[in-house]
Nanobody, 115 residues
């Protein structure tokens, strides 16, 4: 069973930082890929960053150099460190995982960046 639970969202001023976490009750090592999407009001959900089981990462151009994705298999947790936040980063952030041909989603966590 896969149950992804995000935490770490909140309100921050532009230029600030937040770290999102996504925990699963079981081992995340079984997931081929994990990552983060976000959805802003009135916009489509977009990929922010992803990481493979081997540690290969991929980022959206809009967050390169500012966001860092990482995973701790020992803690069964995925992270997204977000620095130099901008108002356009405001969105609901969703954790996801690919496993057994299925995609699993967390419930989402709100990130709001004020100018």
């Amino acid at each position: 069973q896969v149950q992804l639970v995000e935490s770490g969202g909140g309100l921050v001023q532009a230029g600030g930082s937040l770290r999102l976490s996504c925990a699963d009750s079981g081992s995340i090592f079984r997931f081929n890929v994990m990552g983060w999407y976000r959805q802003a009001p009135g916009k489509q959900r977009e990929l922010v960053a992803q990481i493979t089981r081997a540690g290969t990462t991929n980022y959206a151009d809009s967050v390169k150099g500012r966001f860092t994705i990482s995973r701790s298999d020992a803690k069964n947790t995925l992270y997204l460190q977000m620095n130099s936040l901008k108002p356009e980063d405001t969105a609901v952030y969703y954790c996801y995982s690919l496993y057994g041909g299925n995609t699993y989603w967390g419930q989402g966590t709100q990130v709001t960046v004020s100018s």
